[in-house]
């Protein structure tokens, strides 16, 4: 089992910046490709960025390409997601989440859905106000 709990969430005005932290304990991190997702009120939980084990490869959603950076330090098995120019429609309940993808494995995979996803921790708030 992996445990996750995300912190950092809040209330920013539009155009502010936030930093999210995902820290992971119960299994050893860097065996772990993570990602973060977000929920809107009376929305999907849609993808938001996924990082592979080693921080070596990333990718963002479209709507925040730009804006937000996703990072890991694994000797603190935390993942990070920067947060920059916040827009009202950032507003969601965010979500950090890992699938098993080590170095044991001969490529690099990334995943976008839920689905593949293992686990998932308990959610923090972003609120941006216009």
């Known amino acids: 089992q992996v445990q996750l709990v995300e912190s950092g969430g809040g209330l920013v005005q539009a155009g502010g910046s936030l930093r999210l932290s995902c820290a992971a304990s119960?299994?050893?991190?860097?065996?772990?490709?993570m990602g973060w997702f977000r929920q809107a009120p009376g929305k999907e939980r849609e993808f938001v960025a996924v990082?592979?084990?080693?921080?070596?490869?990333?990718d963002y959603a479209d709507s925040v390409k730009g804006r937000f950076t996703i990072s890991r330090d694994n000797t603190k098995n935390t993942v990070y997601l920067q947060m920059s120019s916040l827009k009202p429609e950032d507003t969601a309940v965010y979500y950090c989440?890992?699938?098993?993808?080590?170095?044991?494995?001969?490529?690099?995979?990334?995943?976008?859905?839920?689905?593949?996803?293992?686990?998932w921790g308990q959610g923090t708030q972003v609120t941006v106000s216009s």
């Open positions: 989440a890992a699938y098993p993808a080590g170095p044991s494995l001969p490529v690099t995979v990334l995943y976008y859905y839920t689905s593949e996803y293992d686990y």
């Open positions: 119960g299994r050893t991190f860097s065996d772990y490709a």
């Open positions: 990082i592979s084990w080693s921080g070596g490869s990333t």
